[in-house]
């Protein structure tokens, strides 16, 4: 069984990997751990203007925030894929810059996993409304079953 992962480099989205990691022991699987970085991240990095961000803590050439991130990115992936490879499972990693929702639902379209596995920071209401949700956007899509993992009680 193929099944796309998702994470947002957060340790929320992580939360994700123990039932995945159980659904490894118990039968055989192919999975993709993917990530996608959004440009937004990258400009706050280099000092450029925002979606209505506060200053950047650092200024790095937008070019060179965003070769770093994704580099940080691949190789946070890659020391996760090793906890599943030693379950015995197929593991490929990538990762991908531009907008979440979109780059996930189109890497599962043309994929193909049985599922997608992600977290989900539990945001309803107003705040799902002005922030979005990448979950709901994946979810909604009706590309694959998801399998969603909230945050504890009290920490959305």
Same mark, same amino acid.
Request: negative net charge; hydrophobic residues 40%.
């Given at each position: 069984?193929?099944?796309?992962?998702?994470?947002?480099?957060?340790?929320?989205?992580?939360?994700? @990997?123990?039932?995945?990691? %159980?659904?490894?022991? *118990?039968?055989?699987?192919?999975?993709?751990?993917?990530?996608?970085?959004?440009?937004?991240?990258?400009?706050?990095?280099?000092?450029?203007?925002?979606?209505?961000?506060?200053?950047?803590?650092?200024?790095?050439?937008?070019?060179?925030?965003? /070769? =770093?991130? @994704?580099?940080?990115?691949?190789? =946070?992936?890659?020391?996760?894929?090793?906890?599943?490879?030693? *379950?015995?499972?197929?593991?490929?990693?990538? /990762?991908?810059?531009? %907008?979440?929702?979109?780059?996930?639902?189109?890497? *599962?379209?043309?994929?193909?996993? =049985?599922?997608?596995?992600?977290? /989900?920071?539990?945001? /309803?209401?107003? *705040?799902?409304?002005?922030?979005?949700?990448?979950?709901?956007? !994946?979810?909604?899509?009706?590309?694959?079953?998801?399998?969603? !993992?909230?945050?504890?009680?009290?920490?959305?």
């Amino acid at each position: 069984m193929k099944i796309l992962v998702t994470l947002d480099g957060s340790e929320l989205s992580e939360s994700i @990997l123990n039932p995945v990691l %159980d659904l490894c022991r *118990a039968s055989s699987l192919q999975l993709r751990l993917y990530s996608v970085l959004d440009p937004d991240d990258v400009a706050y990095l280099a000092g450029l203007p925002t979606a209505g961000g506060s200053p950047p803590p650092e200024k790095e050439p937008h070019g060179q925030a965003q /070769t =770093r991130l @994704l580099q940080e990115i691949q190789a =946070r992936l890659e020391e996760l894929a090793g906890r599943f490879r030693a *379950a015995g499972a197929g593991v490929e990693t990538e /990762t991908a810059l531009g %907008d979440p929702s979109d780059l996930i639902i189109s890497e *599962a379209r043309r994929w193909q996993p =049985r599922l997608i596995a992600m977290a /989900t920071h539990g945001r /309803t209401g107003f *705040a799902e409304q002005l922030m979005g949700s990448v979950s709901a956007s !994946v979810l909604k899509s009706g590309v694959a079953p998801v399998l969603l !993992v909230g945050p504890p009680p009290g920490e959305s």
